[in-house]
């Protein structure tokens, strides 16, 4: 059987571009399209280890270790739990591809090699990766973003602020009660050791388990939620420390969503 280097390594592209994007769709990870591209070349370029005399135990750790080199290149490094996260994810969505692909062998006794099939020596893998791969890729990200939506309630937020336009991760929280002390305007907590702080309008006490005491206050021109929803002139309290939660940088105040 005659095997074509370049289409081989096209489709293992192809393969490694969709996963990456779909990690990114699914956790909202805010990366330029050239850093998936990238990873996705170098992911790629794994498909030669077929071509050496590898075992199956170095085989596999070397797939690990080009997984690890894709997700470094693609998204960074910021914090191991956040790293690992899009490790799980990476593999999790390949199951389900790969379960696919398994699906149709057994369905329609396709003969494969790796993950290219044959059927009297036509191959349907521009078929499958090109259509039917991004059909699943996207009813799983839709389903799972409506799970998000129902479930986590988390946000991607653009902060416009003096001229500036700033992008965070949110999370709706029921818990949070505070109101600015004289109009009882809601108030949407804010962690980010780098905003650029303008003319506070007042403190706002706060109260919890551990801490209590009082955060600077602002009111930004506007804020949208997953582009969509504007909500004008809402009030920005600075917290003090970091949220507990993977990735948020934003507290948001169930009113505004009302």
Not at 84 to 104: A, C, D, T
Request: proline letters at 2%; one cysteine or more.
């Amino acid at each position: 059987m005659k095997i074509y280097l370049d289409l081989v390594f096209f489709l293992n592209f192809m393969f490694d571009f969709l996963l990456l994007l779909t990690v990114k769709i699914v956790l909202k990870r805010r990366v330029k399209w050239y850093r998936i591209l990238l990873g996705a070349i170098v992911g790629a370029f794994s498909i030669f280890f077929l071509f050496i005399k590898l075992n199956s135990i170095t085989l596999f750790l070397l797939k690990i270790i080009i997984s690890l080199v894709m997700l470094s290149i693609a998204f960074g490094f910021h914090s191991k739990e956040e790293f690992l996260k899009n490790f799980l994810y990476l593999y999790f969505i390949s199951i389900i591809l790969g379960g696919f692909l398994y699906y149709l062998n057994l369905e329609f006794s396709y003969q494969n090699v790796g993950i290219v099939f044959f059927h009297n020596g036509f191959s349907i893998n521009f078929i499958l990766l090109i259509i039917l791969s991004p059909l699943i890729f996207f009813f799983y990200i839709k389903q799972d973003r409506s799970l998000k939506r129902i479930h986590n309630c988390y946000y991607q937020v653009d902060l416009y602020y003096q001229k500036k336009v700033m992008h965070y991760n949110a999370y709706l929280d029921t818990g949070n009660k505070l109101y600015d002390p004289y109009f009882h305007k809601p108030i949407i907590l804010l962690y980010d050791p780098h905003f650029a702080k303008g003319k506070t309008i007042m403190m706002i006490p706060y109260d919890t388990l551990e801490h209590h005491g009082l955060l600077e206050c602002f009111k930004v021109d506007k804020i949208i939620l997953d582009h969509e929803k504007v909500i004008r002139n809402p009030y920005i309290a600075l917290s003090k420390q970091a949220f507990k939660m993977d990735n948020v940088n934003m507290i948001l105040h169930k009113e505004y969503l009302e």
